[in-house]
Every structure is written in C-alpha cells, then in structure tokens.
C-alpha cells in the first residue's frame, strides 16, 4: 500500500475502533462503505450507537451510503492535510446513497492525529552528531584548532570526535586524536536531555553523573561554535533565544539602601565587612538586615567579622545573568562561594565570588569538616558596593 506523509490509507480504518464516539452515534444503526481507489474497500458498521465493525471487503451492498476517493485524498482529508469541502466540491470525493447518513460519519470518529515515530536515545544520539556539522558556526570558530570528545556509556551511548581546524568541522566515530576536552556521562540518556534542555550542565557535574576531562571552560563554549540542535519530534521549531541590548541606563531618581545596609556598605569602603548580631538567638546577619528573619526581633548591634573564613559551599555557575545596569554579562562557568567568615558559625554564610582560576581547588566545609582557607582581594577604589570585594581567593 501506498503511504501519502508517512500514512497508509489501512492506518486511518485500523484506528477507528479506538477514535470511536459513541456520543456521536447515538440511535445510529447501519453500514457505511469506503470505495478507496487502488486500495481497497472497507465497509463500517454500526448498530445501535455501537461500532459493530470495521472490515476489508470485496462487496459493498447493503450500505447505506459509499463514498469513493483516490487514496491520496482520503488519507489527507482524514489527516488535516487537505480540506474535505473542496475535494467534495472539486469531485475528488463522491458519495453515492444517503448522503445525509454518510454526514453522520464525521460525528462519530475523533481526528485522525498522525503518530510521530519515537526515536530512542540511540535514534537521538546518531541524529545530533550527524547534524553537528550542519550546524557548525564556522565564523564563531575562527583560529580555533581543537578536539572535543564525547565519551556516552549506557547501552545506547558511543564515543564521537569533532575536530575543528582552519574554520572547517568534521565528526568521526570513537575517540581520536588527543582530545582538548572529553565529555564523559555514565549514561547516554543525561547528554540527550540535557541537549534537549530537560536538564542542565551544572546539575549533572554536580550529582557526579558527569565529567570533563581537559579544558573545562572549552567544553562550556561548545554552544558558542553550534547552532542550536532542533528536536525532531517538536514539530521543527527552534526555541527562541534572549536577545541582549547593552545599553547603559540613566534613571533620575535616588533609592537609599536605608541606615542598616547603608553602615555595611560605607564600612566595605573601610575594608571592614560588618554583621548584625541578634540578641535573642544570636546569629549573625549578613548582610545586616533591620529584623531577625528567626526571632522577628530589631538587631542593632554590629559586629564586624572576618574578612577572612572557610568555604562552606560552592556553585559552578554556568548562566552569567546580564548586569541590569550596563548589560555586560559576566564570563562563565564562574565560581560562587558561601564563606563562613572568622567570628560566624553554623549557616551565617557570607556569599560573593572566588577566583576564576581556583573554582577547581575549592573544597567546601561541612559540619566538624573545614573548608577551605579563603581571603578577600579588596578594589583599590572602593565607593562603598558589594563589589568594593573583587572576590575571594585562596588564603595560603
């Protein structure tokens, strides 16, 4: 049998049982016939409001109503490809008997909705590197020489190689040559979602499910170098993406911080980083704020702390969110760092960045467990900002 965009005509008899409304065949009881030229003829049968059958059959007396069309035309009609009013008008749907009998056909079967084949994680896999090279941005890769390398477990994973030399992408089968960073994922299925966006970089570094071996930041970049991959089974549309205008406002207006957080900013000009201490549970606030967020109670007392301490926890960061003043975006992955500054305890975490080039030796501290060492870098000009700290470093 002849398929017209992916459908048999036996496709659309074969799924009336389950596109059956019984609603729309209320007091209904006789036979309806199908004449499809070239294919066959079908004849449907319904008694009492229920579909009684739908058969292949070489003889279609005793229906009330036949109707005959090219295959072409009944598969599209049923399908939404092809407006059933103009193939009725234009002869290309002829209807002999009842006609107002065969009317109450449309009542009684749901649309006909094509059924998109699933594609496996294997399907996936071998439709994203086949088209990486179709998506390669060539003049985003200028000077670029490199070799990234995919290492997929599972067993629908594989290993692929894409080599970027002179402006040109080629992708091969297993790893080759010496990769400058190998992405490795114990199971295949995480990189397909995660180039589908159901998850993310960060969270399957975090979780150990994934590694990069090499050059971490180049391996972040690879969006830079590929258009991005369009899912096959989402209809052929491309997410859209955020379009960022740098522009540098100019607000005429003046917004105070207000007296807390406005003595916390004036002492970073001093290099002091100041906490409020509560006088009912006494934990530190930092920044300060106006109320005990535990106790609900007005803290007054200041109490200056660190300026150096222990990592608690880090973040790689991989989503640099634009400045809302200026538009600039910070480079990313970048490191965000919880401090527990000297003279704070338990959860009286002090957050701000840490050096780029040590995001990979910082080990956070849990509980009995010290994290590590850090120290403040301090900006020569400081205008009393939170950035008045360029970031925390390593203390050795």
């Not at 009842?98 to 009684?108: I, L, R, Y």
Request: proline share 3%; glycine share 12%; net charge neutral.
């Amino acid at each position: 049998m002849a398929e017209y965009w992916g459908i048999k005509v036996e496709d659309i008899f074969n799924t009336m049982k389950d596109r059956f409304r019984p609603e729309g065949a209320t007091g209904v009881t006789g036979s309806f016939g199908y004449d499809i030229a070239g294919e066959g003829k079908w004849k449907v049968s319904v008694y009492n409001g229920s579909l009684a059958a739908v058969e292949k059959i070489d003889n279609l007396t005793g229906c009330a109503s036949v109707m005959s069309s090219d295959g072409e035309t009944f598969v599209g009609v049923n399908a939404g490809k092809v407006d059933g009013t103009n193939a009725f008008m234009g002869g290309k749907i002829k209807v002999e008997g009842d006609m107002a009998a065969f009317g109450k056909t449309s009542k009684m079967f749901r649309k006909f909705v094509i059924k998109k084949k699933e594609m496996t994680v294997r399907d996936y896999l071998l439709d994203m590197f086949g088209t990486v090279e179709s998506r390669f941005k060539a003049d985003a890769a200028e000077g670029l020489d490199v070799i990234y390398g995919f290492d997929l477990g599972g067993d629908q994973g594989g290993k692929w190689s894409v080599f970027i030399k002179d402006k040109t992408c080629r992708v091969v089968t297993g790893i080759e040559g010496k990769p400058n960073a190998i992405i490795q994922l114990g199971d295949a299925k995480d990189y397909v979602d995660m180039i589908l966006g159901k998850n993310d970089a960060n969270s399957l570094l975090a979780a150990g499910r994934g590694a990069v071996i090499g050059d971490l930041n180049l391996a972040m970049k690879w969006g830079d170098y590929f258009d991005k991959y369009v899912d096959p089974m989402g209809g052929g549309v491309q997410e859209q993406e955020l379009i960022v205008l740098k522009k540098t406002i100019s607000v005429n207006q003046r917004f105070a911080s207000g007296p807390i957080m406005g003595k916390f900013l004036n002492g970073l000009k001093e290099k002091k980083i100041l906490a409020n201490k509560c006088p009912k549970c006494g934990r530190m606030q930092l920044p300060p704020r106006e109320m005990c967020a535990m106790c609900r109670v007005r803290v007054d007392d200041f109490v200056e702390v660190g300026p150096k301490g222990q990592v608690r926890y880090m973040e790689y960061v991989y989503y640099s969110s634009p400045d809302p003043l200026t538009g600039e975006a910070r480079e990313t992955p970048y490191g965000m760092v919880m401090v527990l500054l000297d003279g704070c305890k338990g959860n009286d975490v002090f957050m701000h960045l840490i050096r780029r080039d040590q995001i990979d030796q910082i080990k956070g501290g849990r509980n009995e467990k010290p994290g590590t060492r850090v120290r403040p870098v301090w900006n020569d000009k400081r205008v009393g900002s939170i950035f008045d700290i360029n970031y925390f470093e390593i203390d050795e």
